[in-house]
């Protein structure tokens, strides 16, 4: 049975900083492209990041860009993302999710996994 479990949520105050994992079991994930996408309460799921396989490529959502940093250890099966002047706008439930190829995509339809979520909120 596949697993991404989210880690590292918490109450943070506005500037401050998360380090968020997501450590996937079940299945490696290496030769996946991985994603974070985040949902706030009435609103869509929102692209965060994603990272491509390899690492090589990263791509970013506007409203994070510049803050936030996605990486990946492939030999731990686990990705993070590491958030950086936190804003009251960025509370939402952050989902790891585990790409159908190894091309990294800001697009839902383009990965077959999802975690549970983890809380993320911040104060102002």
């Known amino acids: 049975q596949v697993q991404l479990v989210e880690s590292g949520g918490g109450l943070v105050q506005a500037g401050g900083s998360l380090r968020l994992s997501c450590a996937a079991s079940?299945?490696?994930?290496?030769?996946?492209?991985m994603g974070w996408f985040r949902q706030a309460p009435g609103k869509e799921r929102e692209f965060v990041a994603a990272?491509?396989?390899?690492?090589?490529?990263?791509f970013y959502g506007d409203s994070v860009k510049g803050r936030f940093t996605i990486s990946r250890d492939n030999a731990k099966n686990t990705v993070y993302l590491q958030m950086s002047s936190l804003k009251p706008e960025d509370t939402a439930v952050y989902y790891c999710?585990?790409?159908?190829?190894?091309?990294?995509?800001?697009?839902?339809?383009?990965?077959?996994?999802w975690g549970q979520g983890t809380q993320v909120t911040v104060s102002s």
């Open positions: 999710a585990g790409g159908r190829s190894s091309r990294a995509t800001m697009a839902t339809y383009g990965y077959d996994y």
């Open positions: 079940g299945r490696t994930f290496s030769w996946n492209a």
């Open positions: 990272i491509s396989w390899s690492g090589g490529s990263t």
